[in-house]
C-alpha cells in the first residue's frame, strides 16, 4: 500500500472534482440549448398570428461564459418585443372595452422550467 500525503489526496480530490464540475457544466450547456430550441419552436407555434410577423420573430441568444454554463435568453426581436405583455395580459381597447390575452409565454416558461431541471438533474446524476 503506497503512502501518499495529504496534499497529493487533496489535489487529486481537487482534480476529480474540478473534472465531474467541467463535465456537468458541458451537459448543462448542451439541455439548455435543446430546451431553448424547443421553447423557440414552440412560441412560434402557440404565439397569436395576426400577420405572423410577431410568432416568427422569436428567437434565442446565447451568452457564452468561460467555466460556467451559457446563458441562454429567449426574446421576440425588434420592434415586436412590444406585443409580448399586450398580447400575453390582454390591453383596453381605444373605444373602450378590452382584448383578451393569449397566453402563449406563461406556458412556454413552464415547459421550459420543467425540462431543464429534469434534464439537469439527470446530467447531475450521471455525471
Avoid: C
Amino acid at each position: 500500500m503506497a503512502n501518499i500525503s495529504i496534499d497529493q489526496l487533496a489535489a487529486e480530490i481537487a482534480k476529480g472534482l474540478a473534472e465531474y464540475s467541467q463535465d456537468v457544466v458541458e451537459k448543462i450547456d448542451i439541455s439548455s440549448a435543446r430546451v431553448g430550441k424547443a421553447a423557440v419552436k414552440q412560441l412560434k407555434n402557440t404565439s397569436p398570428k395576426d400577420g405572423g410577423d410577431y410568432a416568427k420573430a422569436w428567437t434565442m441568444k446565447t451568452e457564452k461564459a468561460i467555466g460556467q454554463p451559457d446563458r441562454r435568453i429567449i426574446h421576440v426581436r425588434a420592434p415586436h418585443y412590444r406585443l409580448t405583455h399586450l398580447l400575453e395580459k390582454g390591453h383596453a381597447k381605444v373605444g373602450g372595452g378590452r382584448v383578451e390575452g393569449k397566453p402563449h409565454i406563461g406556458p412556454a416558461e413552464e415547459q421550459v422550467i420543467k425540462d431543464f431541471v429534469s434534464e439537469v438533474e439527470e446530467a447531475i446524476r450521471r455525471g
